[in-house]
């Protein structure tokens, strides 16, 4: 070939095509710059983080969005996770300005020779540029764009900055966004704990995150690790003895999902729904973190103590039989367990077992990992067949009379390394506890098994209160101008009451009546004609506006004598709040869960300010928080001193003497509640307090049908309130009543209420406004010092 011909040819050829290429990029530039988005979002970019619930001394109770992300800043990536990414993605990244030329002309070549777009040409610049303003469609605009984008991004922000970008950014497959919750859910730890071989298989999930992860495909993950080790080596940045270690290690990982240190997904859903009400579908992405007022230990207790109750209930009458039967003969012994029990997760801390032998007393069990364990027969016995509320089979007397090969049954560890059998009760609960002095929720368990059940009986069940509403009634009879001995006749009545549907005939509980009775003995006894014939005298209507004192809605509560016994319709969250007006001497509190809410950055954006007691402050002073925050404003008392003291005096002997007699085996004299029974004992409820708490416990079933013979609120409920309480009251003192002025305690005669005389010797004591002693003989007088009963364990508190 000619070069003096054919020279000035090819020079005009090139200097063409350069022209050409430069006009073509000046054209697309022109085109494309305007609509590049401005670099500076990126120095105050806000990446999508989830919500996050955690206890009032942060631990975690819940977490609530699509992608899982934990921001890391670059100072906390080891070093070699950081060459792994380089070594895998971008091993010039510290020498190229955003686009890395060598690496895309060799994608250019390899489209014109095979037709065929070639991988690995984008720079770790250029996917920040692609993840936070492109789409992920494949065109050659696109491509073009993101160049633009990778040099402007070069030029604003520092290496380590676009790496911090990156390592946060980047999705790694199953949920997981930035590098350390990708170590988090894969490992179940963070970056900082990764070994080499983790490091290089994090490294590896960029290419193809959902298909080729360690969980999807370990095989191809697992390659493609090996690959990126070899890289590194390669590059000088591990020896070969680290590489060795790494290449032989066999990857362990598993999904782990979001470890709750504390469970409360009752509270948690409580407070997903108000942050969805207050922020929208960005409460999913902002990365808001909300601080409860949930107490990790008042919650454990309050989650043991409900499904403890609900299961010995569930015990109490009868086996309601397996939940399903299979056949085994296909699938071989070990893996009976994985393969049959996949479909039966466990509910309330029962899980599901295969049943694999039956031998005399004694039942050999699989459960779903294999592991194999026996039911001895003190596990078994109890499993009576059901035949209803009121009625059970016969007792078994081996073990194949409850069960054979190839059932599936739940069954429960107990303490002491033993199993028993079990089921999931049919039966619902609910059991929330306030502080009374603001209102502020410490424990709530809405039912057995949140992800059974996620109906909220604490603040959805609208049920009847039965007696534990007699409280209410009986501080009105005493801002009447009754006292605690005013005498009452528990007999027979009837009523025609036109805002009833047919004659009303009420009895008590125990179907007998007992004559005169003092107020006092009638709440701890729960007579229900007293409660009766006290609202027939102090009329429904100022009863129900009364009761609005205690926080229940005035349209909510029945204008008729069924009142006396509780038939309005309330959920055990009002109930609390209404004994918690006791607990604190007299005033109204509002519950609350959410403590404070902060946003991704950390910045406080809502401060709960509960309106608190303070029984020392004068009426216009403001008391602190406990943060030393802002000053909250004081609670409004809604019941007098004298009131609220003679309430809980009374209502102290239902523990002591009454129908809560139950509650006395936790040695306190400071606990006061009530029992309540709705009829043909629907409902069964406890609530109770003393100065530290104010705790409601419910069990009744989601469709009204009864709870058995005997199943009252004292047997049904109440052991659920005491085994909560035994937990979290421990290292509380006992805290004695203080009386107001204004009270004095007398020698009465039991019998008729009046003073006694002087020698009576079956005298007792009983409190009284000073204007509401009554008459009588020559009764002497005291300060008070001496609950009306007289019990020594009431004694020391008053």
């Known amino acids: 070939m000619n070069l003096r011909r054919t020279g000035p040819y090819l020079l005009s050829l090139l200097l063409t095509v350069i022209f050409l290429t430069a006009l073509v990029s000046a054209w697309l530039y022109i085109r494309i710059e305007p609509q590049l988005p401005s670099i500076a979002r990126l120095k105050d970019v806000q990446l999508q983080e989830p919500l996050r619930v955690y206890t009032h001394d942060r631990r975690l109770l819940a977490e609530f969005g699509e992608k899982r992300r934990s921001p890391v800043i670059i100072e906390e990536v080891p070093p070699l996770l950081v060459k792994a990414f380089l070594a895998a993605e971008d091993d010039h990244f510290y020498d190229h300005s955003g686009v890395d030329f060598p690496g895309l002309a060799r994608a250019v070549i390899e489209l014109a020779r095979t037709g065929k777009k070639r991988r690995g040409a984008s720079t770790i610049t250029m996917q920040v540029a692609r993840n936070f303003f492109l789409s992920s469609e494949k065109t050659y605009m696109r491509k073009l764009t993101e160049i633009l984008l990778a040099f ?42 990764l070994s080499l071989a983790q490091m290089a298989m994090i490294a590896a999930l960029p290419k193809a995150p959902s298909r080729v992860n360690p969980i999807n495909d370990p095989e191809a993950a697992t390659e493609r690790r090996d690959y990126i080790l070899g890289r590194m080596l390669n590059l000088g940045y591990i020896d070969d003895e680290q590489h060795a270690v790494a290449v032989a ?25 108000e942050m969805v009400e207050r922020y929208g579908p960005q409460a999913y992405t902002s990365g808001f973190e909300v601080i409860t007022t949930v107490d990790v230990t008042h919650q454990s207790a309050a989650n043991k103590a409900l499904r403890d109750d609900l299961i010995a209930y569930s015990k109490r009458h009868g086996y309601r039989g397996v939940e399903a039967h299979v056949d085994t003969t296909e699938v071989s012994q070990e893996d009976r367990g994985a393969a049959l029990l996949s479909d039966y997760p466990a509910v309330g801390g029962l899980v599901a077992a295969l049943v694999t032998q039956v031998d005399g007393q004694t039942a050999q069990l699989q459960l779903g990992d294999g592991a194999e364990l026996q039911l001895d027969w003190e596990g078994l016995d109890w499993a009576s067949p059901y035949r209803g509320v009121n009625r059970k089979g016969a007792a078994p007397k081996q073990a194949s009379d409850i069960l054979v090969p190839g059932d599936i049954v739940r069954v429960r560890e107990l303490e002491d390394d033993r199993w028993e059998l079990s089921q999931v009760p049919a039966v619902e609960g609910a059991l929330v506890a306030l502080r009374p002095v603001d209102g502020a929720i410490l424990a709530l368990v809405g039912g057995f098994d949140f992800y059974n059940s996620k109906f909220n009986r604490v603040t959805q069940a609208q049920r009847q209160p039965g007696s534990s509403f007699k409280p209410v009634i009986y501080s009105a009879a005493l801002e009447k101008g ?39 003995e009638a709440l701890y006894r729960s007579r229900n004609l007293v409660s009766i014939r006290i609202l027939r005298d102090i009329g429904a209507d100022y009863a129900a506006k009364y009761a609005t004192r205690f926080g229940f809605e005035s349209s909510q509560l029945p204008r008729d004598l069924t009142l006396a016994l509780g038939s309005a319709s309330v959920t055990p969250l009002q109930m609390a709040r209404a004994y918690a007006v006791l607990a604190n001497g007299g005033h109204l509190v509002e519950p609350y869960f959410i403590k404070r809410i ?21 009426e216009t002073m403001e008391t602190i928080n406990s943060d030393g925050e802002r000053p909250l404003p004081l609670a409004r008392p809604v019941l007098a001193p004298r009131n609220v003291w003679l309430m809980t005096s009374m209502m102290r002997d239902v523990i002591q003497r009454g ?59 109440l052991p659920m309130w005491i085994d909560y309480m035994a937990v979290a009251l421990k290292g509380v003192p006992v805290k004695k009543q203080e009386p107001p002025e204004g009270l004095v305690t007398v020698r009465i005669d039991p019998q008729t209420g009046l003073l006694a005389g002087s020698g009576q010797h079956d005298a007792i004591f009983e409190t009284f406004m000073v204007e509401n002693v009554p008459q009588g003989g020559s009764g002497s007088s005291t300060s008070v010092g001496g609950s009306a009963a007289g019990d020594a364990a009431t004694d020391q508190l008053f």
């Open 152 to 193: 402007r991004i070069e030029g604003s922000l520092s290496k380590d900055e676009i790496l911090e970008l990156y390592f946060n950014k980047i999705y790694l497959g199953n949920r997981a966004y930035g590098v350390e919750t990708a170590a988090q859910i894969y490992y179940g730890h963070g970056i900082d704990e």
């Open 249 to 273: 290690e066999t990857d362990a990982a598993v999904l782990h999902a979001v470890q709750a240190e504390a469970s409360a997904p009752f509270v948690a859903e409580m407070v997903r729904s």
């Open 482 to 520: 009754y006292t605690p001995a005013s005498i009452i006749n528990d007999a027979p009545v009837v009523f025609d009451d036109p805002k009833l549907e047919s004659t009303w005939r009420p009895e008590n509980y125990s179907g007998q009546f007992y004559g005169p009775t003092r107020l006092r």
């Open 598 to 618: 902060s946003n991704a950055e950390g910045k406080l954006v809502y401060q709960a300010r509960p309106a608190v007691v303070c029984t020392h402050c004068a």
């Open 659 to 717: 129908t809560g007699r139950k509650a006395r085996v936790l040695g306190r004299p400071d606990l006061a509640g009530k029992t309540g029974t709705t009829n043909d004992q629907m409902d069964g409820w406890f609530s109770g307090f003393n100065h530290a708490l104010a705790v409601t416990a419910w069990v009744g079933f989601d469709q009204l049908q009864p709870l058995g013979r005997g199943e009252t609120g004292g047997h049904a409920a």
